[in-house]
């Protein structure tokens, strides 16, 4: 993880509602050049409203590149694409190749950060994809995510990384007759308070960085410790971290997805609740809606924000990216969120409840089919760190 850079404006997004005004405005205010990446981007009415907005910057002449994810825009129809590239909108997928009799780890390894950096200025960075987060069939919308922008000298960090990936897919996939303008300066001046870093993982370089920044923080950690993920399964060394600080006194919150969205991580999830109850770790579930935040709040002033994970695919495999914020505003605004959707939208995971759950066979029979089923996938998938999650 690079050093903390001071100086930073950094804004928090809650939901798709502050996000997709925000990213419009900038994308309708860029003059010379615009990149976007993301996991998902969806045909649907969000989906239509980003899409014009690219396709307007691109028409008045600012170079739009558009990245996805080949499995997760896997429904992105071609008619959509071909709209965006015919007004000058540059498209590329990530790993395009996404045939289900192909057994390769390598088609597991997505583009799951979502970034959008405009004319080398300003930055978003978060969980939140390109879709409509007020579709959320039999929840009360909308999905529960964050996302910051970001002005100030974090910008030479952020743009660097974004432009290389680009570049990279740019030439496997043989585009290099695009059209070049002179490289972009980026405007990374001084205009805010807040110190921040750009953690990825990536799987050359910053394979461990995102999780390190996590570990380095929870072994810091004086008072409190409040993590919001949408799948949760981590590895011996991040459990064993989070007893530890609970061990010295330390709350631990963990808030965790209550719908069973993809059943089998959902499960394997839930075997590791009793090391973490008899620990005194408090588990709150999340029911009021699709939980898709990925953030943490430690002792008030250390934060995160972003698109990782804490499990074997955000971990071992995935391109991520976060933005971690060493500030007490931002941590507390962000903490009062959390707060709020705790008290709004969750159950706490009582232990004696459990406990008497536990008890049922086709739960205990069904958590750890699962337990040990994601065991034996994190293994077959990834390289040497894979027995970090058994």
């Keep these: 993880m690079s050093g903390f850079v001071p100086g930073n404006r950094i804004d928090l997004l809650r939901t798709g509602a502050e996000y997709f ?68 909108v540059r498209v590329l997928k990530y790993r395009p190749d996404i045939s289900p009799w192909t057994l390769r780890r390598e088609r597991l390894r997505r583009l799951h950060r979502k970034i959008v950096v405009v004319d080398a200025k300003i930055a978003f960075v978060g969980g939140i994809n390109i879709i409509d987060d007020m579709h959320t069939p039999k929840q009360i919308p909308p999905r529960f995510d964050y996302a910051v922008r970001i002005e100030g000298p974090l910008l030479a960090d952020i743009y660097p990384v974004v432009t290389r990936l680009w570049t990279r897919v740019t030439w496997t996939q043989f585009r290099r007759l695009w059209r070049q303008r002179p490289e972009t300066v980026i405007q990374a001046d001084g205009c805010g308070t807040q110190r921040a870093a750009f953690v990825i993982r990536d799987n050359l370089q910053h394979r461990n960085d995102i999780e390190n920044a996590y570990l380095d923080a929870i072994a810091c950690a004086k008072s409190e410790i409040v993590i919001a993920c949408a799948y949760f399964f981590p590895g011996r060394s991040f459990r064993r971290a989070l007893v530890e600080a609970a061990a010295r006194g330390v709350r631990v919150v963990l808030l965790l997805q209550g719908r069973v969205e993809y059943m089998l991580l959902h499960y394997a999830a839930r075997a590791l609740y009793r090391r973490f109850l008899d620990a005194g770790i408090e588990i709150y579930e999340y029911h009021r809606s699709f939980l898709h935040a990925k953030v943490a709040v430690i002792d008030n002033r250390w934060a995160t924000v972003g698109s990782s994970n804490i499990d074997p695919m955000s971990l071992l495999l995935a391109r991520e990216a976060n933005v971690v914020i060493d500030d007490a505003g931002f941590a507390s605004e962000l903490r009062l969120s959390l707060n709020e959707a705790i008290e709004t939208g969750a159950q706490q995971v009582q232990r004696s409840s459990w406990e008497r759950q536990s008890h049922s066979l086709s739960l205990r029979v069904m958590t750890w089919i699962c337990y040990w089923l994601v065991r034996f996938l994190t293994g077959w998938s990834s390289y040497g760190r894979a027995q970090e999650f058994k």
């Design 21 to 88: 005004p925000a990213l419009i405005a900038a994308c309708d205010a860029a003059e010379r050049e615009i990149y976007l990446e993301t996991y998902i981007f969806e045909d649907d009415a969000t989906g239509r409203r980003v899409a014009a907005v690219l396709s307007r910057a691109a028409l008045r002449g600012v170079i739009v590149h558009v990245m996805i994810d080949g499995f997760g825009s896997k429904d992105l129809g071609d008619e959509f694409l071909r709209a965006l590239e015919q007004d000058g």
